[in-house]
Structures are given as structure tokens and as C-alpha cells.
């Protein structure tokens, strides 16, 4: 008796069901992983901003609701941009960096202080009914408009002047007036996202040698200003002030300390009661150093590490150089803003206010990190057997 068809085994590799976000295992990956980390920042989250909320005769849950409701649009704006094709990115890359800069020209105009207010020494948000933060959204813009122009520019790249040259004054606009809000972190992100993915275009690497040298005049003016200055004098001795302008750094190397091997518990980190200040936003890589240890920091950095490779990958596969770049812009975005985090927490870098990506309080930069990520989903579909390119 002859065997039925069901009954023979499936001959050739075994492929990933269609989910809608096109075969293959790199869109699945991007997906997983995304979930992952923002499940794990939401309950790192509560644990670390619980008390400071209470504090304030706010609920106990206050800020992890925000958060979350946050991620719920985050998600959304995600499932939209995987869906769209990656190409009409490439379309709007002027009129978004136009925007954005418009955008960030009205934070800082004297006469807009009514929509644009100054909180915490600095004017970095919209609010207009609902509350923008331009400076995130520059993020984005920079990575499409930059690889959209390293597409045309690319046979130009010898050239300082033709070559170069366009992106030069781009960014420069772009991160003056991130700059006059001021929001340094946020200008140093931007300012080493355009040049990696010119970079990765082909750009000579004298022509980067030489940028770097007309840039450091600037940061070392921007990081000679009042409490950057501090900062950067706690950072190089940091015994020398514990109590004072090294009391950040200090108490991030106590809280991780703390943590040994496997922490001290959920919910159990002394830190976040006054010691750690912005334990839910700046340093919150400390708290889960000392709530979850070693084993918990091992962990993070190995998802991040993983979601970073797999959107290199992604770029790799990318069906055209525009693909390519923009994945590469959007996969730097995560590992810049991650590494230097966790690089202040361990006191190997100088605080910089950069948040942890899927896990810092703060819903704008939780929905841009969301929608980069979308934007290398979208590029994955894309790909050679992804559902995008068949249709």
C-alpha cells in the first residue's frame, strides 16, 4: 500500500510561516526581540520609577502607564511602517528633514514660549494639544534624508566639496538648533548617525579624519558650559566629588555593585529610593544591574547585540542601496543610543541623558526607536523571498 501524501516527510529547508511581514526569519527576529525588550522595560520601569512617583503623590504605577500607553502607539506606528514599502521613504526624505527643522526652529524662536516652554533649563517640546518633541523626530529624518542624498552623491564621494559637502551643511543646520535647545546627547546621536551611513555609502575616510578635527573646537566649547564641565570633571575623577558632581556616576557604580550575580530581586533595589537620581530614565541600566545582576546585564546586551546584527543583516539583504543604508541608519540609531547608556552606567563614558532604547521612561523616544524598527521590518519584507518583493 502506497503512503499517503500527508504521510511523506517535507522534502527542503522548512520555511517560517507568512505572518504578513514576509518570509524569512530576519522580520520575525526584529519582532521578537522588539517585544521582548519593551516587555522587559516596562517591568524594569515600574520597579525603578514606583517610588519616585509616590514621591510625588502620583500612583504608584503612574509612569509605567504612560509608558505603556506610549509603546501602544509605538506598535502602531511600527505594524504601519513595516507594512509600507521602504521606497516611499526615499520620496519624502526633503519634505521630512524640511519639517523637522521647521520644527525645531519653532522650539527655540523667542516668541513661542506660550507652545514651546522652558523646563529643566532647556526648550525641547511642542505642545500642542499633544506634546512633540522635534529633536526625536530629527532622528529619523536624518537617517532617510541622508541616505536618500548618499544614493545620488555616491559617484561624488571623492569630492569634498560636491561630495560631502551637501551633508555637511544638512546636518550642521539640523544639530544648531538642537544644539540652541540645548539637547547635546540627542546632537551627538544625530552627529554620528549621518556619517556612519555616508560612511557605510562609500565616503573617503580622509574627508572623515578631517571632519572630526573641524568638529572637536565645537563639542569641546558645547562640553566646557556650566554642568557639562562638571560632568566631564566628575567623569575623569570621580572620587574627587562623590556628593556632588560625580554623585550620579557614583551611585550607578554602587547600584551595580549591589547586584552581584543575580541581583537583589524584582522590586528590591534600594537605589531608587533617593540615591539614584533619574533611576527610571538616565540610569536605569544601573537598576537593572542591581535588580537582576549580572545575569540580567548579560542578558540585555546580548538582545541588543542580537537586534543590532540582525539589522545589519537586514541591510546586507537590503534589494537597493537606499534599502541598505537606511537599515544600516536605523540599526545604529539602537546600538549608539544603547551602548553609550550603558557605557554612562559603567562609568566608562561621561553622563550624556541618552535613554536606554525600549526600557527608558520617555514615550518619543520610545515611539521613533519603534519606528526605525519598522522601518528595517519593511526592508526585510523587501528582501530577496520576502513577502514585499513578490507582490
Same mark, same amino acid.
Given at each position: ?29 526584529? =519582532? ?16 525603578? +520609577? ?6 510625588? !503623590? ?5 509612569? *509605567? ?8 502607539? !509605538? ?20 519634505? =521630512? ?24 533649563? $532647556? ?5 500642542? !494639544?499633544?506634546?512633540?518633541?522635534? +529633536? /526625536? ?13 548618499? %544614493? ?22 539640523? =544639530? ?23 560612511? @557605510?555609502?562609500? @565616503? ?9 578635527? #573641524?568638529? *572637536? ?8 558650559? !556650566? ?5 566631564? /570633571? ?19 557604580? %554602587? ?6 550575580? +543575580? ?27 542591581? /535588580? ?7 542578558? #540585555? ?22 534599502? /541598505? ?7 545604529? =540609531?539602537? @546600538? ?34 519603534? %519606528? ?5 521590518? +519593511? ?8 513577502? $514585499?518583493?513578490?507582490?
Amino acid at each position: 500500500m502506497s503512503p499517503r501524501p500527508m504521510d511523506i516527510a517535507p522534502v527542503g529547508p522548512v520555511r517560517l510561516p507568512d505572518a504578513g511581514l514576509g518570509r524569512g526569519w530576519e522580520a520575525a527576529a526584529v =519582532l521578537g526581540l522588539t517585544l521582548l525588550l519593551l516587555s522587559f522595560g516596562l517591568v524594569a520601569l515600574y520597579s525603578a +520609577s514606583s517610588v519616585y512617583a509616590l514621591r510625588q !503623590g502620583l500612583p504608584d504605577t503612574y509612569y *509605567v502607564i504612560r509608558q505603556a500607553a506610549g509603546a501602544g502607539v !509605538g506598535m502602531a506606528c511600527l505594524v504601519a511602517c513595516a507594512l509600507l514599502p521602504y521606497r516611499l521613504w526615499e520620496k519624502s526624505a526633503w519634505p =521630512l528633514l524640511v519639517i523637522s527643522g521647521l520644527a525645531l526652529l519653532v522650539v527655540i524662536l523667542p516668541f513661542t514660549r506660550s507652545i514651546a516652554p522652558e523646563i529643566n533649563g $532647556a526648550r525641547r517640546w511642542l505642545q500642542l !494639544g499633544v506634546t512633540v518633541q522635534p +529633536s /526625536e523626530v530629527a532622528k529619523v529624518a536624518i537617517i532617510v534624508w541622508t541616505a536618500a542624498l548618499a %544614493v545620488k552623491k555616491a559617484s561624488l564621494f571623492r569630492s569634498l566639496g560636491k561630495g560631502l559637502g551637501p551633508f555637511l551643511v544638512g546636518w550642521g543646520v539640523v =544639530l544648531l538648533l538642537i544644539l540652541a535647545e540645548p539637547h547635546l546627547s540627542t546632537a551627538l546621536v544625530i552627529g554620528v548617525l549621518g556619517p556612519l551611513i555616508v560612511f @557605510a555609502a562609500g @565616503a573617503r575616510v580622509s574627508h572623515f579624519v578631517l571632519l572630526a578635527l #573641524l568638529a *572637536v573646537p565645537v563639542l569641546l566649547h558645547q562640553l566646557s558650559v !556650566g554642568f557639562r564641565a562638571a560632568r566631564i /570633571e566628575a567623569f575623569l575623577n570621580p572620587a574627587n566629588d562623590p556628593g556632588g558632581a560625580g554623585f550620579q556616576v557614583h551611585q550607578s557604580l %554602587v547600584a551595580l555593585g549591589s547586584g552581584g550575580l +543575580s541581583g537583589v530581586g524584582i522590586g528590591q533595589g534600594r537605589q531608587k529610593f533617593g540615591f539614584l537620581p533619574e533611576a527610571h530614565n538616565d540610569f536605569v541600566f544601573a537598576m537593572i544591574g542591581e /535588580e537582576w545582576g549580572f545575569i540580567g546585564v548579560v542578558v #540585555l546586551v546580548v538582545l541588543y547585540t542580537a537586534i543590532v546584527m540582525v539589522g545589519f543583516r537586514i541591510a546586507r539583504r537590503a534589494p537597493d542601496q537606499f534599502g /541598505e543604508l537606511m537599515a544600516i541608519g536605523c540599526a545604529s =540609531l539602537i @546600538a549608539v543610543q544603547a551602548f553609550l547608556h550603558m557605557a554612562v552606567g559603567l562609568a566608562l563614558a561621561p553622563p550624556t541623558g541618552l535613554p536606554l532604547p525600549l526600557i527608558s521612561y520617555g514615550r518619543w523616544n520610545l515611539i521613533v526607536t519603534l %519606528v526605525a524598527l519598522g522601518m528595517l521590518i +519593511s526592508v526585510a519584507r523587501a528582501a530577496p523571498g520576502g513577502k $514585499a518583493a513578490r507582490a
